[in-house]
């Protein structure tokens, strides 16, 4: 949730209200404002590219891999909170460390 929430607060103390006294503060208006988090990007694989194979002879350009690229989840209202921000693909290999690197 992502937005504003207000709370009545009071104070009561064990003295009681013998003698015409107050055991109760006023209420008090408490209101907490609840902003976006740094939410994680997300994306998904383009299943005609989940395979690639290596050329050792050139680049190889692979157009529109990933899909549906977002920064961060939609505010509650549909909008991107993080519109700001920019992302980058960062694509390593475990098996094979020195498969993406280049040397001219």
Known sequence: MVG?????????????VGALGSDTSPALNLTIAVTPVNDAP?????PAH?????????????PAFAQGVRKGPAGADGR?????????????????????????
């Open 4 to 16: 504003n929430v207000t709370y009545r607060v009071t104070l009561t103390d064990d003295g009681g």
């Open 42 to 46: 997300s994306f998904t694989l383009d």
């Open 50 to 62: 989940s395979r690639l194979f290596y050329m050792p002879s050139s680049y190889h350009v692979v």
């Open 80 to 104: 991107d909170l993080e519109a700001f921000q920019s992302v980058t693909f960062n694509v390593s290999s475990p098996s094979d460390p020195g498969f993406f690197t280049y040397s001219a």
